[in-house]
């Protein structure tokens, strides 16, 4: 039984296209009516999710992100997906207010380290994402170990991130291996780019497989939730 997919975009823009892209190029199709059928909502109006984790006097996401599924739902989404590692603090909310499945995204993730058997893994993520320690249970619950970035590196993380990819603006390659070699001194077996901006820069600079990419994570969750194929041998 094929499904809709529909995808809570906006969070960021730049990474909803490019997950829209990576599910074309990671489904098994030799033609257009192959291909997953999908309903994308690049809603740029959602609040930022770190600000409002960090303070919450800021503005709430959540009624946005509920608003998004039961819009998509009634466009004929069968299945939601949401590229941000950081709004899946609020997913339980986000699962009770919407009318269909939402794919977790970091668990997913957590599944795809213990499958390539890392006992102890990196994350690279938001501030928020980091206070909300959904990452660092999904790992737990996984027999996995995270490692945190020290102030000064997720300093550089944020940075890439909001000054950066956020930005529109191109990652230099000396500032990413400042925050590699970092990780890689924590003796990480691998380091999970827990931020779908990271994502970019994995796309931009042609990363090793050092990493596990939570963008590229979700988009073959969602191609086997819809009920296609994945293709194995395209690799992003």
């Given at each position: 039984?094929?499904?809709?997919?529909?995808?809570?975009?906006?969070?960021?823009?730049?990474?909803?296209?490019?997950?829209?892209?990576?599910?074309?190029?990671?489904?098994?199709?030799?033609?257009?009516?192959?291909?997953?059928?999908?309903?994308?909502?690049?809603?740029?109006?959602?609040?930022?999710?770190?600000?409002?984790?960090?303070?919450?006097?800021?503005?709430?996401?959540?009624?946005?992100?509920?608003?998004?599924?039961?819009?998509?739902?009634?466009?004929?989404?069968?299945?939601?997906?949401?590229?941000?590692?950081?709004?899946?603090?609020?997913?339980?909310?986000?699962?009770?207010?919407?009318?269909?499945?939402?794919?977790?995204?970091?668990?997913?993730?957590?599944?795809?380290?213990?499958?390539?058997?890392?006992k102890r893994v990196g994350l690279l993520a938001t501030d928020g994402t980091l206070a909300s320690a959904v990452y660092q249970n999904a790992l737990i619950e996984q027999d996995i170990e995270p490692i945190i970035p020290d102030a000064i590196t997720q300093t550089l993380v944020m940075s890439v991130i909001y000054d950066y990819?956020?930005?529109?603006?191109?990652?230099?390659?000396?500032?990413?291996?400042?925050?590699?070699?970092?990780?890689?001194?924590?003796?990480?077996?691998?380091?999970?780019?827990?931020?779908?901006?990271?994502?970019?820069?994995?796309?931009?600079?042609?990363?090793?497989?050092?990493?596990?990419?939570?963008?590229?994570?979700?988009?073959?969750?969602?191609?086997?939730?819809?009920?296609?194929?994945?293709?194995?041998?395209?690799?992003?």
């Amino acid at each position: 039984m094929r499904k809709t997919l529909g995808i809570i975009g906006g969070v960021g823009p730049l990474a909803t296209m490019f997950i829209g892209e990576m599910i074309v190029r990671r489904t098994l199709a030799t033609k257009d009516q192959e291909h997953v059928h999908t309903i994308i909502d690049n809603d740029t109006t959602i609040p930022d999710r770190t600000a409002y984790i960090l303070d919450n006097t800021k503005e709430n996401p959540v009624p946005y992100l509920v608003r998004d599924a039961k819009k998509l739902a009634n466009a004929g989404a069968e299945v939601i997906c949401i590229p941000c590692n950081t709004a899946h603090t609020f997913y339980d909310e986000l699962q009770l207010g919407s009318p269909v499945p939402v794919l977790h995204m970091i668990r997913e993730t957590a599944k795809r380290a213990a499958l390539v058997g890392a006992k102890r893994v990196g994350l690279l993520a938001t501030d928020g994402t980091l206070a909300s320690a959904v990452y660092q249970n999904a790992l737990i619950e996984q027999d996995i170990e995270p490692i945190i970035p020290d102030a000064i590196t997720q300093t550089l993380v944020m940075s890439v991130i909001y000054d950066y990819v956020k930005a529109g603006k191109e990652v230099p390659l000396h500032l990413w291996q400042r925050i590699e070699q970092a990780m890689l001194e924590s003796n990480c077996d691998k380091i999970i780019l827990g931020c779908t901006e990271l994502s970019i820069v994995n796309r931009d600079l042609k990363l090793n497989n050092h990493y596990i990419d939570s963008l590229l994570v979700l988009a073959d969750s969602a191609i086997v939730a819809c009920g296609y194929e994945l293709n194995h041998t395209v690799k992003i």
